[in-house]
Antibody, heavy 119, light 109 residues
Framework: QLRLQESDSGLVRTSQTLSLTCAVS??????????WSWIRQSPGKGLEWIGN???????YYNPSLQSRVTISVDRSNNQFSLKLTSVTAADTAVYFC???????????WGRGTLVTVSP | EIVLTQSPGTLSLSPGERATLSCRAS???????LAWYQRKPGQAPRLLIY???NRATGIPDKFSGSGSGTDFTLTISRLEPEDFAVYYC??????????FGQGTKLEIK
C-alpha cells in the first residue's frame, strides 16, 4: 500500500520560504507513468493545485504560483519537496502531497500538514 | 483556466435518501478527465470516481458518476451516516493542469 507523509512545517514568517517534504513509502517515486503533486487548501476555500514533478524530473507549476514555487525530487530517499518563497498570510493552508495515477486522478494523498504564515 | 462550479453549495438529506451533486465546467473537458473526491474533516481527500464514471478501487457501487463535456454528476444512492462529507470535483487538462470545484457539503437533515 502506497503511503505519503508530509513533513511538519508549522509556522513560517511572512516573506520567508516555506519548505515541505513528502516521504513516499510502499512504492518507488521513480516509477514511470506517475507524477507527484503538491495541493493546498486555504481556510474556508477550495483545493488548489500547486505543481508536480514527474519521474523524469520534469516539473509543471500553477501559473498563479510559478514565480515562487520549486518542486524537486530526492530519489535516494524516495521523497519530493516543495519550496514556496516570499510567503504571505494568503499562503496559510493545509498542504497535501499526492500521486497522480493516470487519467488525471489523484489516487493517493498524504494526510496534509497545516502551514501558518504569521508576521 | 477551466473553472468548475459545483451545485448546490450545501445539500441537506436524510440517511437512506439519494444525493445528486452537480459539477459544471466553463469549457468542455477533453477526454472527460473529471474526478470526484470525498473529504472529511482532518482527513485527506478520497478518490471516488475518475474519468467521469469509473469507480476507484474499493469504492462501493452506491457511488456513481456520469456526464461528459461540461456537465457532470455524482450520485450517491442510499445515504449512510459516513457519506456526509464535502465532495469535490476536479479536472485535468488545461492550464493550470488541474483545477477543483469549490465543493458541495452534504449534511444530515
Amino acid at each position: 500500500q502506497l503511503r505519503l507523509q508530509e513533513s511538519d512545517s508549522g509556522l513560517v514568517r511572512t516573506s520567508q520560504t516555506l519548505s515541505l517534504t513528502c516521504a513516499v513509502s510502499g512504492g518507488s517515486i521513480s516509477r514511470a507513468g506517475y507524477s507527484w503533486s503538491w495541493i493546498r487548501q486555504s481556510p474556508g476555500k477550495g483545493l488548489e493545485w500547486i505543481g508536480n514533478i514527474f519521474h523524469t524530473g520534469n516539473t509543471y507549476y500553477n501559473p498563479s504560483l510559478q514565480s515562487r514555487v520549486t518542486i524537486s525530487v530526492d530519489r535516494s530517499n524516495n521523497q519530493f519537496s516543495l519550496k514556496l518563497t516570499s510567503v504571505t498570510a494568503a499562503d496559510t493552508a493545509v498542504y497535501f502531497c499526492a500521486r497522480e495515477g493516470g487519467f488525471g486522478m489523484f489516487d493517493y494523498w498524504g494526510r496534509g500538514t497545516l502551514v501558518t504564515v504569521s508576521p | 483556466e477551466i473553472v468548475l462550479t459545483q451545485s448546490p453549495g450545501t445539500l441537506s438529506l436524510s440517511p437512506g435518501e439519494r444525493a445528486t451533486l452537480s459539477c459544471r465546467a466553463s469549457q468542455s473537458i477533453s477526454g472527460n478527465f473529471l474526478a470526484w473526491y470525498q473529504r472529511k474533516p482532518g482527513q485527506a481527500p478520497r478518490l471516488l470516481i475518475y474519468r467521469a464514471s469509473n469507480r476507484a478501487t474499493g469504492i462501493p457501487d452506491k457511488f456513481s458518476g456520469s456526464g461528459s463535456g461540461t456537465d457532470f454528476t455524482l450520485t450517491i444512492s442510499r445515504l449512510e451516516p459516513e457519506d456526509f462529507a464535502v465532495y469535490y470535483c476536479q479536472q485535468y487538462g488545461s492550464s493550470p493542469a488541474y483545477t477543483f470545484g469549490q465543493g458541495t457539503k452534504l449534511e444530515i437533515k
